[in-house]
């Protein structure tokens, strides 16, 4: 049973395009997240979000959006695809500040 | 604004040794301290949770310890096998800022055998 489960694993599309990444978490957690890794494997926090409440990296270009439809599901989608988008994406899910488990990761090349 | 570092970035050590890697942070003020490990390609697992009224934590060969008050984290693997190599990476939990983990560039290290 995979506790965070994210879809695709790989994705390839050209730049200009919408995207989405679904993550899933079966682990009961109240608290889902998305990470950056970039190409120097430097993680770095996008999004969280708890019982509806949303506190975003300031960092983080506007074109991109979590959404989720209930507490096991927070997906990920991208406007405008642009080159520098490229890299590992990664949900995340804990329950409070308790150990926080990831799921495998999602490889984006934008072309 | 919480800043995470390890060191040292690569360490390559023949196998059966005993090794310590670093990681330090900038505000002390954290909640907790998670130390995971990445290997090639694949997601992050989880090695050990230090909670912040904690000292020290173990499983198995690995000893993880925090002194809070330093902004430190040691992660301790005895008798190293190759089978241990990997990136390894720890992540603080700042008091506020949404439970949001901050991390470390990673420590990669590579068992010979």
Redesign the interface.
Known sequence: DTAVSQTPKYLVTQMGNDKSIKCEQNLGHD?M?W?KQDS??????MF?Y?NK?L?I?ETVPNRFSPKSPDKAHLNLHINSLELGDSAVY?C?S?L??????????TRLTVV | KQEVTQIPAALSVPEGENLVLNCSFTDSAIYNLQWFRQDPGKGLTSLLLIQSSQREQTSGRLNASLDKSSGRSTLYIAASQPGDSATYLCAVYPNNAGNMLTFGGGTRLMVKP
């Not at chain 1, 150990?99 to 495998?104: D, K, L």
């Open positions: 608290t997240y990470y120097k494997k430097f993680l770095k926090i969280s708890n409440e506190i990296n990664f995340a804990n409070g500040q308790s150990e926080a488990f990831f799921g495998q990761g």
